[in-house]
């Protein structure tokens, strides 16, 4: 049943079989956006607390990295209520939508992208951002060096995000309800196919689902060791 299965899937990928190519498109646009936003988010904090020096930093590490290990379907379940129709943001019928899906990931990436990028930069030479500041920048241009001098921890920090959201499960159950051509993604679809006992096409969006993991990884570390051997 395996082999067949696999065949199957690899037929209906190659034939482009919208029941299978469907929610790729919706987890790949999920995805990007609600990674993107968390980033323009997480970045500046993440720069924020690892280079500043203030009262509660530690407590805030700690509940960043406490937060590394948020459930998704806690943090479904968060978003639900606020979005469903009793709720405080009912009005805005969002819920089962893929906005209220984006809102949910970028919750979820946000602690991980500010969490590495603060370790980074805590990591980095102190040197490179003294002799910034020793030269008459202002502290928004030498935290601007520090991140540059640490890019390719930063590029990894986003990817680790992305690759968090995009084989999440729970929020886009919970939140996005597994709409048929509207908000069902790849990992819904792999739960709600074979739990209706299309083996083969679950099987198919789980090798796009690797095949994109894997595509991300491998693309980041090109670009990292291009960016290393041209430091």
């Known amino acids: 049943m395996i082999l067949e299965g696999i065949r199957e ?12 190519w469907g929610p790729v498109g919706v987890s790949v646009t999920v995805a990007l956006s609600s990674t993107l936003i968390a980033s323009l988010l997480a970045l500046p904090f993440g720069l924020l607390v690892g280079l500043g020096r203030f009262r509660g930093k530690r407590a805030l590490v700690i509940v960043l990295n406490t937060l590394l290990a948020l459930p998704t379907v806690l943090v479904g379940l968060v978003i639900y209520a606020l979005l469903t129709r009793r709720g ?18 970028v919750i979820l ?12 930069v805590e990591r980095s030479d102190p040197r490179v951002r003294q002799t910034v500041l020793g030269l008459g920048a202002g502290r928004l241009r030498a935290a601007l060096v520090v991140a540059a001098e640490n890019r390719a921890a930063l590029v990894a920090a986003v990817a680790a995000g992305f690759g968090r959201v995009f084989a999440e499960v729970g929020i886009s159950m919970m939140v996005g309800g597994n709409i048929h051509g509207y908000t069902r993604n790849i990992t819904t ?15 198919a969006l789980g090798i796009v689902l690797l095949t994109v993991a894997l595509a991300v990884n491998l693309a980041v570390g090109f670009w990292q060791s291009r960016a290393g051997s041209q430091s």
Do not use: H, N
């Not at 899937?9 to 299978?20: C, K, M, N, V, Y």
């Not at 969002?94 to 990931?105: D, E, R």
């Not at 990436?109 to 980074?120: E, G, Q, S, Y």
């Open 9 to 20: 899937a690899i037929r209906l990928l190659t034939s482009f079989d919208p029941e299978a």
């Open 88 to 105: 405080p943001l009912g009005s805005w019928d969002m819920l089962y939508t893929p906005a209220a899906m984006v809102v949910g990931q």
């Open 109 to 120: 990436a946000f602690p991980i992208v500010a969490a590495f990028c603060a370790a980074a």
């Open 189 to 203: 679809g792999i739960a709600f196919e074979t739990g209706k006992g299309e083996f083969a096409l679950g099987v």
